[in-house]
């Protein structure tokens, strides 16, 4: 049988010598290719649908099943089935952008943390090479090495050590960030209560301005008072009739406020049941337990938790930029076909020799790194006692003018009963009477706003301190209660 050769102006190529080497070089690359699709995985789109957003969060509403079944796993107590702050708490859990960014950002940690600890692949390098002016030996030449890269020093360890240590203050974050949805929704939720309540008082004292304005309207018709008296209780009208308008203004405002703090539209609030019973009393603000407190807070907060986090994540980078100092090498086996013969060589490898740097610069960064986590976590800690102290202060100062309103308000129900006495006895009149009920009223409405002022204080003070006064909340709230996303 007759070996064809390819004529070229050149050289002559034996077919027989040639297709053994096509199959050699072509199999080590369908073996890559398959090994490579094997293990690797496939691009998924998802785009981002505008419209379709905007429907599902105008579908979010309170009876949610998932929902519902989200808030029965957080066991809170049997006379809970109304919408109060806790419940309502665990609904902005669920709903709110802010508590699921910081999931999404927890996720980005947990998947560095792989990356973190990846070991770096060997690769592997052919080189067929043809020569020319070989008569009695096959005129090809075959190079294969492997590189098998070996790092040194623990340098893994730490980059894991970094990576763990940053996914820890990731999640605390989360924790983090439901105390701020927490204090916000708080304010929301009293800024209903007190809009609420203030459009209730207003409309009483509407009333009685237009009863004491037709009081003395009959009175000054028949000559017994001045027109200025009658112009007096006219103003009166207008100013409560005017206070009442924007009151009812306010109370929409505050229902969008509060919608917002949920993470709902202000739809599903319509129908909605909420409970104010933790708003209607004076908090109790201890101030040997708010020290406990505060003491705990400098250690256990969560953002606290999270800055000792980052500061070891920036001990493990120096640690790792110090043990770059130390090079890695390469193993580099190879085989070679050389004219007929097989040869093998046991490559020691290369290693990079640190001549002109010894990764000065990369150490003194981290080192300066490090030395900013700890001053980020000392200003984090004096801005917490600040925090604290602020709140306690005006906690003890509200107190005092709890106490004064109090006073006011017990003095105007002392004078209402009096005054109606006195018109069952036939000595006053009921104009008086109406009188006396509207200063009562504006006591209400004194009391009603020193009563507020203190839910904002214990707001404040709540949010310094990321304790909650409901043991129920203070489990919810934990960083690894809230790690898992309820969907």
Request: charged fraction near 15%.
């Amino acid at each position: 049988m007759k070996v064809k050769r390819l004529q070229f102006p050149f050289y002559q190529v034996s077919m027989s010598a040639l297709i053994p080497l096509i199959g050699m070089v072509m199999l080590v690359p369908l073996i890559g290719m398959v090994m490579l699709v094997a293990g690797c995985s496939t691009y998924q789109s998802h785009p981002l649908d505008p419209l379709a957003s905007s429907v599902q969060l105008e579908a979010r509403r309170l009876d949610n099943s998932l929902l519902q079944a989200f808030i029965n796993n957080a066991n809170l107590p049997a006379n809970a089935a109304s919408w109060n702050l806790d419940k309502l708490t665990l609904v902005a859990l669920y709903y709110h952008p802010d508590i699921s960014l910081a999931r999404a950002q927890a996720e980005a940690a947990d998947a560095a943390a792989v990356t973190a600890g990846q070991r770096p692949n060997p690769s592997l390098s052919v080189t067929p090479t043809w020569v020319s002016n070989l008569a009695s030996a096959p005129p090809w030449l075959f190079a294969s090495i492997l590189s098998i890269p070996i790092e040194t020093a623990g340098k893994r360890g730490y980059r894991i050590d970094r990576s763990r240590h940053l996914t820890d203050a990731a999640s605390l974050r989360i924790a983090d960030a439901a105390w701020l949805v927490r204090g916000r929704l708080r304010l929301a939720l009293l800024d209903v209560y007190a809009v609420r309540e203030a459009v209730r008082l207003l409309q009483k004292q509407l009333w009685l301005e237009q009863a004491i304005y037709l009081q003395l309207q009959q009175q000054q018709s028949v000559g017994e008072i001045a027109g200025t008296d009658l112009l007096v209780a006219q103003l009166g009208q207008q100013q409560a009739r005017l206070a009442l308008t924007a009151a009812q203004k306010k109370q929409a405002d505050s229902e969008v406020l509060l919608a917002a703090a949920l993470g709902v539209p202000v739809a599903a609030l319509v129908d909605i049941s909420l409970d104010f019973s933790e708003f209607t009393q004076l908090p109790d603000l201890n101030a040997s337990a708010t020290g406990l407190l505060q003491a705990l807070a400098l250690r256990q907060r969560p953002d606290v938790l999270a800055s000792l986090a980052d500061y070891a994540a920036a001990q493990s980078a120096l640690q790792l930029e110090i043990a770059n100092q130390y090079p890695n090498f390469q193993l580099n086996p190879g085989y070679t076909f050389n004219t007929g013969e097989h040869r093998w060589s046991l490559g020691a490898g290369s290693i990079p020799l640190p001549v002109f740097n010894q990764n000065q610069g990369p150490i003194a960064e981290m080192t300066a790194k490090r030395q900013e986590a700890a001053q980020r976590f000392v200003a984090l800690q004096l801005r917490i006692m600040g925090e604290i102290e602020r709140a306690h202060a005006n906690a003890l100062a509200m107190h005092t003018r709890w106490q004064a309103a109090m006073q006011v308000l017990q003095n105007r129900a002392v004078n209402l009963k009096l005054a109606q006495a006195l018109l069952q006895a036939g000595e006053l009149d009921s104009h008086a009477v109406h009188v006396a009920e509207l200063e009562l009223l504006l006591a209400e409405r004194g009391r009603l706003d020193v009563l507020v002022e203190c839910q904002q204080t214990l707001a404040s003070l709540e949010a310094a301190l990321r304790q909650p006064l409901s043991p129920v909340m203070a489990t919810v709230l934990s960083a690894p209660a809230l790690r898992k996303s309820p969907e």
